[in-house]
């Protein structure tokens, strides 16, 4: 079974500042899928940011970018130039490519991360 | 647009109760999911569906059903409700069971059991 680390319970950064969130994970799989969700206190869940991992270029989305590295089994997060509204749980999540099997298509989440920016 | 849809927002039951959580997507997705969010714990899948007409269990089932006599809801059912079940819940739906597609989630019911 995959399972997905955020070792980082929470984490702060100054207004305009870069701030990197972690997250590794276990698999003995080679295809997969890698998420980056935002929860604002509003509690929605919004997707940030997706890897696929066949692919050996890091997704970015504006100022949010990853740092995936398949052999390592990591994928962080990076946002630059943070902002107040950038505030929220930040979850990592795993999805096996091949929708069969035990993986039922489900997404493996991390255990989150409070990122707090302080203006 | 409305999305996933899921009512009620907030909710509080007595031990033993039994109730409903309701799920509606228009975007006339097959894949359809439902799952809790406990401190510490991430969301962990309760049931999944495919299509209309077919469930199948998830990680977390017990206490827990599900059915699917549409593409668009996918209610949750909670027989007789326990303390352990203090959860924030959120049903999600996505195009099909494979592929990159995006999950799309409601905005969650928060359910506290007495």
């Known amino acids: ?119 | 647009n409305a999305g996933v849809t899921q009512t009620p927002k907030f909710q509080v039951l007595k031990t033993g109760q039994s109730m409903t959580l309701q799920c509606a997507q228009d975007m006339n997705h097959e894949y359809m999911s439902w799952y809790r969010q406990d401190p510490g714990m991430g969301l962990r899948l309760i049931h999944y569906s495919v299509g209309a007409g077919i469930t199948d269990q998830g990680e977390v089932p017990n206490g827990y059903n599900v059915s699917r006599s549409t593409t668009e809801d996918f209610p949750l059912r909670l027989l007789s409700a326990a303390p352990s079940q203090t959860s924030v819940y959120f049903c999600a739906s996505r195009r099909d069971i494979a592929g990159n597609q995006p999950q799309h989630f409601g905005d969650g019911t928060r359910l506290s059991i007495l």
């Open chain 1, 1 to 119: 079974a995959q399972t997905v680390t955020q070792s980082q319970p929470e984490m702060s950064v100054q207004e305009a500042e870069t701030v990197t969130l972690s997250c590794t994970y276990d698999t003995s799989e080679s295809d997969y899928y890698l998420f980056w969700y935002k929860q604002p206190p509003s509690r929605q869940m919004i997707l940030v940011i997706r890897q696929e991992a066949y692919k050996q270029q890091n997704a970015t989305e504006n100022r949010f970018s990853v740092n995936f590295q398949k052999a390592a089994k990591s994928f962080s997060l990076k946002i630059s130039d943070s902002q107040l509204g950038d505030a929220a749980m930040y979850f990592c999540a795993y999805r096996s490519f091949d929708a069969g099997g035990t993986s039922y298509g489900k997404l493996t989440f991390g255990q989150g991360t409070i990122l707090t920016v302080h203006p």
